[in-house]
């Protein structure tokens, strides 16, 4: 156990400290994904064999969805562009923050995520605003795509791990999560400041470094993912040693390490069909919520952040500090309900 909580400590501290980490952090997470399973004793064939096929499906749509993007990249920003200029900046960043939120449970988190990048290269924002916008709408496409079970991975594992139907993590988790889209838009509307003036960006060439960054990105997100497949089936011992027997309440306080860890793997470990609905939204709310602290958190925070360039310290400037105040406003709604 001791080498699992310093493999953990490693994951949390080295991307804020170590810039040869940070450029690189989905092959370090790989890396620590690897270490955390040999450490806990669980790799195997199987497992192995599983981290190689969990990514492929997400790796593809990262591929696909930026090729796709790559050449409708023109009409789409010139249609972005000229909507910014019709419609009050503040009304248009809230409402496309609550808008990728919403949508990202029909055309997946992934897809999302590029659009946002998009957006964000299309409205010309300065740092700290771009940071703060692209933040808030991570959060929101994190919480929004937990949904529906095509919306990412974690609502995926829970529908099948519940045994439920499609629409089950609408009816749980709905007024939550779209009360938490409606939250995040509005900060938007008051935290992220317009730009200095509208003028079109200079339109992209499409050079072959374009290209290759499409397919260096998806071969990232592939070993990326691979790796937190590691990670979690590494920490699922620790997991279940320490922390299935737990009160709810304070279940939902300690995934905070979905931060840092996969949050699908946790809920995984940690949901049952046996357990009452009210559990389960205390620990999948946790779940999501923490997800956008940090740049590991999400797959729409790695692709967000790997493209337009944002630290790890400039995320937990800003996330963790939202996270956390979000955790205490969903807490005091868990207790009350």
């Known amino acids: 156990m001791a080498g699992l909580l310093v493999i953990f400590l490693l994951v949390l501290v080295l991307p804020f400290t170590v810039k040869a980490v940070e450029e690189n952090l989905e092959i370090f997470l790989f890396v620590m994904g690897l270490l955390a399973a040999f450490a806990s004793g669980v790799y195997n064939t199987d497992l192995f064999l599983k981290a190689a096929y969990d990514p492929i499906y997400i790796s593809l749509a990262v591929l696909g969805a930026g090729l796709l993007f790559k050449w409708l990249q023109q009409p789409l920003a010139s249609q972005i562009f000229l ?30 995520a590029l659009i946002l990048v998009l957006l964000v290269e299309e409205l010309g924002l300065e740092r700290k605003a771009q940071v703060r916008f692209v933040i808030l709408a991570c959060y929101s496409i994190g919480l929004g795509a937990a949904l529906t079970p095509i919306g990412e991975t974690l609502s995926t594992i829970a529908v099948s791990k519940l045994n439920e139907d499609f629409f ?51 071969l990232k997100i592939y070993f990326f993912v691979m790796g937190l497949t590691f990670l ?12 299935l027997e737990l009160n709810p309440l304070i279940l939902y306080w300690i995934n905070m390490v979905s931060a840092i860890l996969d949050n699908a793997t946790l809920a995984a470990a940690e949901l049952s069909p046996a357990m009452e609905d009210a559990t389960i939204q205390a620990i999948l709310l946790g779940l999501l919520i923490s997800g956008g602290m940090l740049i590991p958190g999400n797959i729409p925070n790695i692709i967000a952040a790997n493209k337009l360039k944002i630290t790890s310290k400039e995320w937990a400037a800003f996330g963790v500090p939202l996270g956390l105040v979000t955790m205490l406003l969903y807490y005091f709604i868990i207790v009350l309900m």
Do not use: M, Q, W
Not at 174 to 202: N, W
Not at 232 to 243: C, R, V
């Open 83 to 112: 909507l910014s200029r019709v419609v009050p900046f503040r009304i248009f960043a809230a409402a496309a923050v609550f808008a990728l939120g919403l949508i990202s449970s029909v055309i997946t988190a992934i897809i999302a």
């Open 168 to 218: 089950y993590l609408f009816r749980l988790l709905g007024p939550e999560i779209l009360s938490a889209l409606l939250l995040f838009g509005c900060l938007t509307f008051f935290l992220v400041h317009p730009p200095p003036r509208k003028k079109r960006p200079a339109a992209k060439g499409g050079s072959r470094s374009d290209y290759e960054e499409i397919f260096v990105r998806a």
């Open 232 to 243: 979690g089936s590494g920490f699922e011992p620790l997991i279940n040693t320490y922390l």
